[in-house]
T-cell receptor, first 114, second 111 residues
Framework: DAGVTQSPTHLIKTRGQHVTLRCSPI?????VSWYQQVLGQGPQFIFQ???????GRGNFPDRFSARQFPNYSSELNVNALLLGDSALYLC?????????????FGSGTRLTVV | SQQGEEDPQALSIQEGENATMNCSYK?????LQWYRQNSGRGLVHLIL?????REKHSGRLRVTLDTSKKSSSLLITASRAADTASYFC???????????FGTGTRLQVTL
């Protein structure tokens, strides 16, 4: 079985641009969560979607948005990129909304904003 | 914001020794999970302990949880070079969807 897949793996963008990151969860998993990990820190929760509905939102500005598609894949969009948005963006999937039992993470998308 | 902190921030041991990492958190939890991360890549789920459990084992891993002290520890026995990674604790509240991660412990296991 394929794990959680994220694309692209690396990305370089210029300040002010827009970026879209993509995530495909494990087959059968209906929950997708997004995390931002700045170098040297632990991941910070951005969003969770379950059955295509937003179930949780972290303390991130409105420049960050996400959605989940009928096949449970997900996109994270970031507008008006800032240098501080440079980070590893991780996607995690789980069968249930609460993630009880643990999440399976993808390898991440490393975003560099210049 | 981070839920808490791991201690120590960095740990260097020789292969075959045991490694102990501690995690403190701030709020009431439903469960606590430990993850491993190799070289800034994706996180791998290691073990989950529920708030009504005190100790749990999985292979060479032993996790303890003290909810009165809001702390947990991860013990890796007979460490191997392949255990070199960053280790994070993460807390879940059950009803909420998010995990709140600590700051991580960087473990270096040398031959």
């Amino acid at each position: 079985d394929a794990g959680v897949t994220q694309s692209p793996t690396h990305l370089i963008k210029t300040r002010g641009q827009h970026v879209t990151l993509r995530c495909s969860p494990i087959s059968g998993h209906k929950s997708v969560s997004w995390y931002q990990q700045v170098l040297g820190q632990g991941p910070q929760f951005i969003f969770q979607y379950y059955e295509k509905e937003e179930r949780g939102r972290g303390n991130f500005p409105d420049r960050f948005s996400a959605r989940q598609f009928p096949n449970y894949s997900s996109e994270l969009n970031v507008n008006a990129l800032l240098l501080g948005d440079s980070a590893l963006y991780l996607c995690a999937s789980s069968p249930r909304a609460t993630g009880y039992g643990g999440y399976t993470f993808g390898s991440g998308t490393r975003l560099t904003v210049v | 914001s981070q839920q808490g902190e791991e201690d120590p921030q960095a740990l260097s041991i020789q292969e075959g020794e045991n490694a102990t990492m501690n995690c403190s958190y701030k709020t009431s939890i439903n469960n606590l999970q430990w993850y491993r991360q190799n070289s800034g890549r994706g996180l791998v789920h290691l073990i989950l302990i529920r708030s009504n459990e005190r100790e749990k084992h999985s292979g060479r891993l032993r996790v303890t949880l003290d909810t009165s002290k809001k702390s947990s520890s991860l013990l890796i026995t007979a460490s191997r070079a392949a255990d070199t990674a960053s280790y994070f604790c993460a807390t879940g509240t059950g009803t909420a969807s998010k995990l709140t991660f600590g700051t991580g412990t960087r473990l270096q296991v040398t031959l």
